[in-house]
């Protein structure tokens, strides 16, 4: 067992981190929690332009991110705790992950009705607070999921909506939803507090009898992992990732191709455009006929 808690709040260094871990940690299970700034995270299928409002982000210096789970998308900041758990493909069970968050929060003193809303979200009283995804590689899977203790929710409403009205496409949608705050039903809750019912609940689950006792760090600038030998993530192998998941080539040409007005886009260019440029390029130049600055949707509150 082992129980990583992150001190960066880097999105693309904490999606690094959970990636090798998915790959590589030399023990299961795994619990990670992180805290990132402000940012927007979409799934590994899914469309940027159609899901979040790239022109605003970009103006006010809020990094995309593309996940390698499925799901929708969210909005992270310092009010939303993100939690991951790593197991045995033979153990997983979407119920077990579901349960460690509803029991760690029972012992936070929320006393409202939790429950699971739609396919893969967490709620109380009918109010999201939690979108959930997971990931399957060889013998490891990964769930993890955002609990929005005391975000910004004006500032998710501002980002998640469509840049570009009228795309169609058949890349996965995020379903619109009314969140809230754990905060709105326990107002002395913290991120701080949640972390550690999480990590409390997590050794109960998974260790009920004592078994190995679990290891747990911080995770500092340079990632440190008990293995044998206590070894560290080699910080080269952390780097390579940054660098493959913060590129457009993995945030914006990913997208499934789709068509906008009369253009076709596929791998993140416009195909039956002279020169195959790039759709951010193609829009920056505005060589298209119309603005589209007015056809945004009312955006609700989409998420994993």
């Not at 006393?111 to 999201?128: C, E, F, P």
């Not at 009920?208 to 500092?220: E, F, K, Q």
């Amino acid at each position: 067992m082992l129980i990583v808690q992150s001190k960066s709040s880097d999105i693309y260094r904490n999606l690094a981190v959970e990636e090798w871990l998915l790959d590589h940690a030399p023990r299961l299970p795994v619990l990670f929690l992180c805290v990132n700034d402000p940012c927007v995270v979409i799934g590994k299928n899914q469309n940027p332009w159609r899901e979040c409002r790239l022109s605003l982000m970009e103006e006010e210096g809020v990094p995309l991110a593309r996940r390698i789970s499925g799901g929708g998308t969210v909005y992270h900041d310092r009010g939303n705790l993100n939690v991951s758990v790593i197991v045995a493909r033979t153990g997983y069970t979407e119920q077990k992950q579901y349960d460690l968050i509803f029991q760690a929060l029972e012992a936070t003193a929320l006393r409202h009705n939790s429950s699971i809303l739609g396919k893969n979200s967490l709620g109380v009283d009918g109010l999201k607070f939690s979108g959930q995804a997971f990931c399957h590689r060889r013998d490891r899977s990964l769930h993890h999921g955002t609990i929005l203790v005391n975000a910004d929710l004006s500032r998710l409403g501002r980002y998640l909506g469509p840049e570009l009205a009228g795309i169609e496409t058949k890349a996965i949608a995020s379903i619109p939803a009314e969140v809230a705050n754990l905060t709105q039903f326990v107002p002395e809750l913290t991120v701080e507090k949640v972390s550690d019912a999480l990590m409390a609940q997590f050794k109960k689950m998974y260790a009920p009898h004592g078994g190995t006792r679990p290891a747990t760090i911080d995770l500092g600038p340079v990632g440190r992992v008990p293995s044998p030998g206590e070894s560290e993530i080699p910080e080269e192998q952390l780097r390579s990732i940054i660098q493959k998941i913060s590129s457009n080539d993995w945030k914006l040409r990913h997208t499934p191709k789709f068509t906008f007005r009369d253009l076709q886009i596929e791998g993140g260019r416009v195909v039956n455009r002279e020169g195959a440029p790039s759709l951010e390029d193609f829009l920056k130049k505005g060589d298209f006929d119309g603005d589209d600055s007015s056809d945004h949707d009312t955006a609700q509150f989409p998420g994993v």
